[in-house]
């Protein structure tokens, strides 16, 4: 069964500082995975995702993500840190198996940037 | 465009009472989903459409939870003697189609119900 792992309930990042939020995940077959960020009292909102190819993806608001095979970790990343940044961040895996397309979510990691 | 919307945003009703939650998704989304987020959580799927049909329901807790989508449009989440257990914020998702694994879900900001 697919199974996405976030460690971390909670990261402190000065604002300016690179960021990195951690995922690590278990699939049996090709892994797709996806990261979501939750503002308060909003639904998720589609960061990136990676699917084939680069293993170093990019998406909205300047993030990235690595993709590592090896570790099967799917790390976000940010070179430099906003207030603004400060949100639920959640990473997710899509379940290629019983339920047609369904995301299996992590707990998520509360980011938490100070000026 | 217009996103997935959900109505209510908020609603607060007594235990053991009925209710209905609504979503709307994107205009020409064929697959749609519900999910519930607890406190503190991640998003846990309840039941997820492609069409009308409900092509896996396996996540709703038990039968006093129910959805429908009769125009594959539209969707209604119902849930019936509601328990204080059932307090979360319910999530809908659309998606351009369910077998496409690159397309992302879209998200409506939920429905926080409240059961007292």
């Known amino acids: 069964a697919q199974s996405v792992a976030q460690p971390e309930d909670q990261v402190n990042v000065a604002e300016g500082n690179p960021l990195t939020v951690k995922c690590t995940y278990s699939?049996?077959?090709?892994?797709?995975l996806f990261w979501y960020v939750q503002y308060p009292n909003r639904g998720l909102q589609f960061l990136l995702k990676?699917?084939?190819?680069?293993?170093l993806v990019k998406g909205s608001y300047g993030f990235e993500a690595e993709f590592n095979k090896s570790q099967t970790s799917f790390h976000l990343k940010k070179p430099s840190a906003l207030v603004s940044d400060s949100a639920l961040y959640f990473c997710?895996?899509?379940?290629?198996?019983?339920?047609?397309?369904?995301?299996?979510f992590g707990k998520g990691t509360k980011l938490s940037v100070k000026p | 465009g217009a996103g997935v919307s959900q109505t209510p945003s908020n609603k607060v009703t007594e235990k053991g009472k009925y209710v209905e939650l609504r979503c709307d998704p994107i205009?020409?989304?064929?697959?749609l989903y519900w999910y519930r987020q607890s406190l503190g959580q991640g998003p846990e799927f309840l039941i997820y459409?492609?069409?009308?049909?409900?092509?896996?329901d396996s996540g709703l807790p038990n039968d006093r939870f129910f959805a429908v989508r009769p125009e594959g449009s539209v969707s209604t989440l119902k849930i019936q003697r509601t328990e204080r257990g059932d307090s979360a914020v319910y999530l809908c998702?659309?998606?351009?189609?369910?077998?496409?694994?690159?397309?992302?879900?879209?998200f409506g900001n939920g429905t926080r119900l409240t059961v007292t």
């Open positions: 998702a659309s998606s351009s189609t369910g077998t496409d694994y690159n397309s992302p879900l879209h």
């Open positions: 699939v049996s077959g090709n892994p797709y």
């Open positions: 990676y699917i084939t190819g680069d293993n």
């Open positions: 997710a895996v899509r379940d290629t198996g019983g339920s047609q397309g369904n995301l299996i």
């Open positions: 205009s020409g989304h064929t697959a």
């Open positions: 459409f492609q069409g009308t049909g409900a092509a896996d």
